[in-house]
Every structure is written in C-alpha cells, then in structure tokens.
C-alpha cells in the first residue's frame, strides 16, 4: 500500500478534512461564478462583400424591427405622462428638502403643477395630460417605464447617451450595432436610417447615427420626405439605357479587379456601398415618393396641414418611417426637434416659456406621431415592429427661479414602448411624490438598450465589437434587461 501522501494525511483529521473540504466547495461555486459572469463575447460572421445580408439572432426574436422616436430638447415627463396629485395639490409652495436647490441653469423656484390638464384614458385609466390628447387617446397601447435615469444633465452628453451608451464622443449608435449584428432584409435600402426633424438635426448631429469604431457601412443614412438622399438622381444628360450600360461595365472591372485582390475586404466593402447606392437610385427614389399615399392617409397623419408647415413636414417623415419599415428596413430614428434654432424655439427644451413653447411644439408632435402607431396597428406591422418613445432627460416639477419654464432634471423621467414583445396598457416604476426622481424600480439607458436589443433577439452582454484592446459593447459592462415590461 501507497504511503498517504502529505495532504491525505491532513485529511485524516475531522477538523481538517472539514477545513479543507470547505475550501474545495468555495472554490469549486467561485468557479462556477466567474465561468457565468465571463460570457464569451458574440461576433457576427459578416462576409465584406455583402455586409448587408441578414444574419440570425442570437435566440429568436419578438421583434424584427425597431422605430425609435426621439423628442429633442428634453420633454418634460410631469406635464405629459407622469401624472402627480401631490404636485398639482401643492402648487406654487416651495418643494420640501429643495429650498435653494441648483440644477443644470441654477437656483429653482416653487412647485409648479402641470401646465395641461390629465385625464384617464382609455379602459386602462391611465393618467396622460392633454397636451398630446391624439397620443393619450392611445395609452393602452403603451408601455411606460416612468423611472428612466440619465448620467448628464446637459443636453449633448445627454444625447449622445441615450444614442450611443456612452456621454463621451466617439460610440457606435443603438440602430448601428443593430445593423452590424442583423444586417437587413432589403438589399436595396440602407439597414439603418435616421430621419432628422424638418428644422433640423439634433444637438450632437450625425452622432445620434454615427457607426464610430463600427465598420462605417453601419451608420445611419440620414434623409426626410422633404430631402431625399442626395446625388442619387442621374444626369438629365445621361440616358437610362447608358446609365445601365455604364453599371454593368462598372460591375465587370471590379468583379476582376476583386478575384485580383483576392481577400481585400476594404475593396470588397467599397464595391458593395456602390452597388447600394445604384441599387437606390430606384427604391429610395420610390421610398419618398408619397403619390400613392391616398387622401385619408395624408390627412390621418396631418401631411395635408396648408396651416403648420413644420406639421406638416413631421407628418411626412412620420409617414416615411412606415413606409421603410414596410419596405424591411432594420432600424429607423425618427427626430422631433432640432437645435439649431436656439433654446426652446424649434425643440422641447423649456427653461423660460415652456408653456407658450410647448403649445407650439405639441401638435407638431402629437397627430402625427399618434398616426404612426394607429398606422402601424391597422397595416399588421405593429406584431413584429418595437416603438421607442425617448428624450435626453425629463424636467423639474419646479419652475426655474425667476423665469416660467422647468430646468433640465436627469433623475427621473419617462420613456414608453409600444408594439412587439411588450406589455401593453402598463407602467413600470415610479418617481416620487413631485416627480423628481426615481425612486421604484429604477432603470438607466443601459437597462433600455439592453432590452431593445432582447426584443431583438440579441444577447446585450455577448453583442461585441473588438476596439482598442477591448470588447466592447452598446451597454458597456451594465445593464440589465427590462423583463417585467415583456409581454
């Protein structure tokens, strides 16, 4: 018989053997643990010639695409969807705890209770105040998550989180790392198109649909109903039948050039952006063009509005959205508001005049934005297709100190789903008494992209991109998905 070597005989102890023995079974659950938290990470198989080309989800999916629809300039949760008593009760009276409290533009007044009266709606009952009376007619078909947290209160950062993840520049958006980890149906539009506002782009501009350290053929193409992709229309001096002539012979150079240069995925990838483009040339052009759209249509989403231009030309772009979600186009961003025309005038950024500023910008908003989810619904799109309602951050339940607008207020506000994969007529989360912050089952952008990207069939944690040394991803390394709001 084999002496016990030194460890064995250690075991023959009852003190030692249970020392030792729970030692192993520490090591052994620690084991488990990390081999749990350290997820290998996911990388799509994307072939350069056809980066566009579908690609299967990680688990199948609830949704196969997303319509988000982002409010610039920070539109106010306790004056549309975050109805407080408590607020309205104590109106005009200092907020308890916030004597003196500085935010983003400095010292705050009084409670303020919403400028708009709320009314239930629906067989829900839902509380939505009647400045978006077209979209509060249709709560139950939402999903409101009333406890969303920011990590800025400035609009840019701020922005360029609820895009991107990240306050700092340079991050790929939500709709790129979408269009990088399931391509697209449709070879002949781009996967991922973002719609700016008919006065104009957001604060951070192309960042909102920018790919960053993505391959570039997965960021947003930006065009509206008002102005269509440029330099796509041929020459009036070239004719259709050159023009074919010339893309052929074109086509038959780099298909040569190409098995020269065998495995030059930079070439590849440049030879499939042309062919995109020459395969627009024609959808695009007939994606924009609303001749077919009947009367009813137009005055449905408020397009025919000789009145409010500017109404008039979000409901066009609202009417794109559908248009190229029906069509297969992966990812849409739909902006209402720009920045350009300073603060309040052309978005939701309240700090002086909010109510004479939000009496404009409401029905620019609301019949439109509304149409689009009736639209939706009626057409069977709304099965498969995840509406996302967002802004930057909310604002305060106080007026600013000597002036008669709310300031900016990152920690707590609402956003809303709608369509495929979640609850319908529900809310998730709540703020406190005066709406001012979270304060039950508190979320952040990183539980919202997470989710979006679970309706989507993909693994937030495992969906990566190797960068600079690092595996990155839309949520970092937080977020948690949202499934209390699933259906």
């Known amino acids: 018989m084999n002496p016990l070597s030194h460890a064995g005989r250690h075991l023959l102890s009852r003190r030692n053997f249970l020392r030792w023995g729970g030692t192993g079974l520490g090591g052994i659950a620690l084991s488990s643990l990390l081999a749990e938290e350290s997820k290998s990470p996911i990388r799509p198989i994307i072939d350069p010639s056809h980066p566009y080309a579908p690609r299967a989800p990680h688990f199948p999916p609830r949704a196969k695409r997303v319509v988000l629809i982002f409010c610039s300039g920070a539109l106010s949760h306790v004056d549309t969807f975050d109805y407080k008593p408590e607020l309205v009760k104590r109106h005009d009276t200092p907020m308890p705890g916030g004597e003196k409290l500085v935010t983003f533009q400095g010292e705050n007044g009084n409670l303020i209770k919403p400028l708009w009266d709320f009314k239930p709606r629906g067989q829900s009952g839902k509380m939505v105040s009647d400045l978006l009376p077209n979209l509060a007619e249709l709560a139950d078909e939402m999903c409101f998550i009333h406890s969303m947290t920011a990590k800025s209160n400035t609009h840019g950062p701020a922005e360029n989180q609820m895009a991107t993840g990240y306050t700092l520049d340079g991050f790929p958006s939500m709709g790129a790392w979408v269009s990088y980890a399931l391509g697209t149906e449709n070879q002949e539009l781009p996967a991922f198109v973002a719609i700016p506002d008919p006065r104009g782009v957001p604060q951070v501009g192309s960042r909102q649909w920018a790919a960053a350290f993505l391959p570039a053929v997965y960021q947003g193409t930006p065009f509206g109903a008002d102005k269509p992709i440029a330099n796509l229309a041929r020459p009036a001096s070239i004719s259709l039948a050159d023009d074919l002539a010339t893309r052929d012979f074109l086509k038959t150079l780099n298909d040569a050039h190409l098995a020269q240069h065998p495995g030059d995925n930079a070439l590849a990838a440049r030879i499939a952006s042309y062919e995109l483009a020459a395969k627009m040339q024609l959808a695009?052009?007939?994606?924009?063009?609303?001749?077919?759209?009947?009367?009813?249509?137009?005055?449905?989403?408020?397009?025919?509005?000789?009145?409010?231009?500017?109404?008039?030309?979000?409901?066009?772009?609202?009417?794109?959205?559908?248009?190229?979600?029906?069509?297969?186009?992966?990812?849409?961003?739909?902006?209402?508001?720009?920045?350009?025309?300073?603060?309040?005038?052309?978005?939701?950024?309240?700090?002086?005049?909010?109510?004479?500023?939000?009496?404009?910008?409401?029905?620019?908003?609301?019949?439109?934005?509304?149409?689009?989810?009736?639209?939706?619904?009626?057409?069977?799109?709304?099965?498969?297709?995840?509406?996302?309602?967002?802004?930057?951050?909310?604002?305060?339940?106080?007026?600013?100190?000597?002036?008669?607008?709310?300031?900016?207020?990152?920690?707590?506000?609402?956003?809303?789903?709608?369509?495929?994969?979640?609850?319908?007529?529900?809310?998730?989360?709540?703020?406190?008494?005066f709406g001012y912050q979270a304060t039950e089952n508190i979320t952040t952008i990183y539980d919202l992209h997470a989710t979006i990207l679970h309706l989507l069939g993909l693994d937030h944690e495992r969906l990566s991109f190797y960068h600079n040394g690092i595996e990155r991803r839309l949520t970092d390394v937080h977020g948690h998905v949202i499934r209390e709001v699933l259906a």
């Open 284 to 433: 695009a052009a007939e994606v924009s063009d609303f001749s077919k759209e009947n009367a009813a249509t137009l005055a449905l989403y408020g397009a025919d509005d000789t009145t409010n231009k500017t109404k008039a030309g979000f409901a066009k772009n609202c009417i794109l959205a559908r248009r190229l979600l029906e069509r297969g186009v992966r990812f849409v961003q739909l902006f209402n508001g720009s920045y350009a025309m300073g603060e309040g005038v052309g978005n939701w950024d309240g700090h002086k005049t909010i109510k004479a500023n939000y009496d404009r910008h409401g029905p620019i908003l609301d019949q439109p934005c509304a149409a689009l989810l009736r639209d939706l619904k009626q057409r069977g799109l709304l099965d498969d297709t995840l509406v996302v309602f967002v802004t930057e951050f909310g604002r305060m339940p106080t007026f600013q100190k000597g002036a008669n607008g709310r300031d900016h207020n990152p920690k707590g506000f609402t956003v809303w789903l709608a369509g495929a994969g979640v609850k319908r007529a529900f809310s998730y989360g709540a703020t406190d008494e």
